[in-house]
């Protein structure tokens, strides 16, 4: 295992200056978010122009890319522009040595067989390209349901997920439901999160995550991947950010 740091913790910068602070905060490799409604690279611009956006990259610092973040915002998914983009997307994953691509799943409430279909034809053409699509566990998608991703990843082949336990704190499902997904974890979005509502992210070692709990469960079953540093870059955060990100990053730098 390793440390990396998301560009969403920088989100609101240019990409330029957000991989130059992710740099100088000592990561050598980082989770590149391509956010549709973002300050970075979007999915659209991406999948109309892969061998542009793998040059912009190429003018920052010398990081290694981790994992890939696609937020594709709400789109038609039978449109075949659409899957055009999501083919150029593992292009270029692959031309930059990326295995992870994670997503979001479907909203809250969306029928479970209905998302099986979509994302079997996605993971499909995930594998066929050598890559691994994991999706998200957050609290406002089908996967903020522990049981549901299960589900997923049991019914898809070759479906993994992003674990974020944020989303799971003071949420419906038992320790011991989420416990059950980290055979499937192919990443790992980490922050300190408390249980009240305006909550999701307090200081370091001020919140309900146990980290040294989540690396030795990560290690039971054998991962050896990314822990993401993913402290959003949010205007209501009451804390210095980067300190925060600093933190974090030495502090799941003692547990490895």
Partial sequence: MFVACSTLCFANEPLEAALRHIAELEFDKFELAVVEDGQHLRPSEVGEDPE??????????????????????????ADPVQKKRFDNHCRFAKSLHVAVLTMTAAPAGTPLDAEIRRLSSLSATAMREGLVLALITHRDSVTGDAAAALQLCKSVPGLGLTLDPSHFVGGPSKESDVDQLYPYVQNIHLRDTGKQANEFQVRIGQGQIEYARIVNLLQRNGYNRALTVAILDRPDNAFDREVEVRKLKLLLETLL
């Fill in 52 to 77: 542009g956006a793998v040059l912009r990259l190429k003018r920052g610092p010398a990081l290694i890319p981790s994992t890939l973040y696609l937020d594709f915002g709400p789109v038609d998914w």
